[in-house]
């Protein structure tokens, strides 16, 4: 099983910046994805970005491309998701995944965090 930690959510103002923090622990996989999902109050759950962690490779959603920038520390076995030029659309609960594959379906995920709340604000 792997758990997953978030932390760094909070209430900002549109047009500034936020840093996600997703810490893993429990056994790992020998090769894994962590991923960035947010989910809207009426909205379904949608995939923000996400890094193969063996490659260091990243994909990200459209909306976000360009603000969001998503990295990991390979020592402390954490992902972290920079959020930049925040817009009031931004606002969601943010959810931490992790899964042996990279997919931008949430559906496929194996493992969630509790989600973290990000409210921006004007």
Not at 103 to 117: E, K, L
């Amino acid at each position: 099983q792997v758990q997953l930690v978030e932390s760094g959510g909070g209430l900002v103002q549109a047009g500034g910046s936020v840093r996600l923090s997703c810490a893993a622990s429990g056994r790992t996989f020998g090769h894994f994805a962590m991923g960035w999902f947010r989910q809207a109050p009426g909205k379904e759950r949608e995939f923000v970005g996400a890094i193969d962690w063996y490659q260091d490779s990243t994909r990200y959603a459209d909306s976000v491309k360009g603000r969001f920038t998503i990295s990991r520390d390979y020592a402390k076995n954490t992902v972290y998701l920079q959020m930049n030029s925040l817009k009031l659309e931004d606002t969601a609960v943010y959810y931490c995944a992790a899964n042996q594959m990279l997919v931008t379906s949430y559906h496929a995920w194996d493992y969630w965090g509790q989600g973290t709340q990000v409210t921006v604000s004007s």
